[in-house]
């Protein structure tokens, strides 16, 4: 798949995190994979679809979920990973990957995405949409990464 | 623009003034607020309100039976229910007397001017319209892929989904529906019935390797959803659905929320084992 394609997924996480209230966020590595995803614990398939079409994964830990949760929700603790919190990973994927719709259009791909489904597990495997993907870890602060793995047909 | 009349029927002033805050400023105007099931049915004769919102527990009656008298008024009136309870026979009893959407309180903001927001637009989105023209087309075709691909028989249940979160326990192929409603279709089974249903497929003299197993399921997924979008597609003139690739989720013990989708799980029972499918769209539609 094209690399250039990573792009708008990391543009839409870099604009949508810091509106959620994470300030400083990084990118770390990019890597090529052609392995299914382990969940690390929580992981959001989104999937799209019509001129260029593929899937989404967001995959991160409980810990990094509920962190992500509580600060969605003006720091509303979250001791367990429950459907109140779990609503909130679904709707920020929902966001990153309506946004990453977005950049997508304005490279000339208009995609439709697809409501998200959020998994919950024991170091589940997660095949995405085509052999090879590209996976990009980002760094929200305080050793949080979200991996994001981007499929494409 | 023109502004939507909402009725809010409530005992609880607390509620009442938690709906009229989600409601300022957007497209839905509270026209009044109703007590008890007598002032509903009265102010609805009255002010003839383009939307209700009908709390399940009142004074002088339940929401469903208020609902009843609303609707035997003018039986296109959409009323949104919502109850603290939002459990399955709740749901099917007013879906019955011709509810249009449930709500579970506390509601939340975006979630309660979506689903005023679909019906103001859509006309009555009831769950069981949803049914015929979205899910009845999946379970048929269900059943006819999984004679055509496999030569299996299958005995055939439909439901709408009551649990929170999906369980897997083995494979599940995950299907997103585009275009309009947006959804996703959900095809899963048990490791065994998936190492059967692969190798049935393909005939018992190929051995298979568990990604061949994984790839045939898979397919087998997406020639399902396909074939039922086409289905409805060709039945519903006016709007067009889409399906995405599909991503698939493998291992044991896996939770997929499910809260906040209305969907529907069709069941395949067959000698091999069952074949699950939930078809969800986002809520209020």
């Given amino acids: 798949m094209d690399a250039k394609l990573v792009n708008p997924f990391v543009d839409a996480f870099t604009a949508v995190m810091p509106q959620i209230g994470f300030q400083d966020i990084k990118r770390n590595k990019i890597s090529v994979c052609e392995h299914a995803v382990t969940s690390k614990g929580v992981t959001v398939l989104v999937g799209f679809t019509k001129e260029i079409k593929g899937n989404v994964a967001y995959n991160m830990t409980e810990n990094t979920a509920k962190l992500i949760a509580s600060t969605m929700m003006m720091g509303m603790p979250v001791d367990q990973f429950d459907d109140m919190a779990q609503s909130a990973i679904s709707e920020l994927s929902n966001m990153l990957t309506a946004n990453a719709a977005t950049n997508l259009s304005s490279l000339g791909y208009n995609v439709d995405i697809s409501t998200p489904s959020l998994s919950v597990g024991d170091a589940f495997k997660v095949k995405v949409s085509s052999e090879a993907y590209l996976s990009v870890e980002m760094d929200v602060g305080g050793g949080h990464l979200v991996e994001i793995d981007i499929a494409v047909q | 623009m023109r502004k939507y009349s909402v009725l809010v029927v409530d005992d609880s002033k607390v509620i009442r003034f938690m709906i009229a805050g989600i409601l300022a400023g957007t497209e839905f105007e509270i026209c009044d607020s109703a007590e008890n099931s007598a002032e509903a049915v009265e102010k609805y004769k009255l002010l003839q309100p383009d939307l209700v919102t009908m709390d399940m527990n009142l004074p002088d009656g339940n929401g469903i039976e208020c609902s009843r008298q609303i609707l035997a008024i003018n039986p296109k009136a959409k009323i949104v229910m ?65 004679f055509t691909l496999a030569g299996i028989n299958s005995k055939m249940s439909l439901e709408v989904n009551k649990a929170e979160f999906l369980e897997i326990d083995g494979i599940a192929v995950v299907i997103g529906l585009t275009g309009s409603p947006v959804g996703r279709a959900i095809l899963k089974m ?57 991503g698939t989720i493998y291992g044991s013990n896996i939770r997929m929320d499910n809260s906040n989708v209305l969907s529907f799980n069709i069941t395949a029972m067959t000698d091999l084992g069952e074949f699950k499918m939930n078809v969800g769209f986002a809520e209020g539609e």
């Fill in chain 2, 190 to 246: 048990d490791k065994e019935t998936m190492q059967k249903f692969s190798q049935k497929i393909v005939g018992d003299q190929i051995e298979l390797s568990e990604d061949e197993i994984i790839d045939n399921i898979e397919e087998a997924a997406n020639i399902i959803v396909g074939r039922g979008v086409s289905v409805i597609n060709d039945s519903v003139k006016d709007k067009e659905m889409r399906i995405t690739p599909p």
């Fill in chain 2, 82 to 146: 919502i109850s603290a309870m939002k459990d399955a026979s709740l749901i099917t009893q007013g879906q019955e007397a011709g509810i249009s959407s449930f709500l579970q309180k506390p509601v939340k903001a975006q979630v309660l001017i979506e689903t005023l927001q679909l019906l103001a637009k859509n006309g009555k989105g009831t769950p069981e319209r949803v049914k015929n023209a979205y899910v009845k087309p999946f379970m048929k075709v269900l059943k006819k892929n999984l």
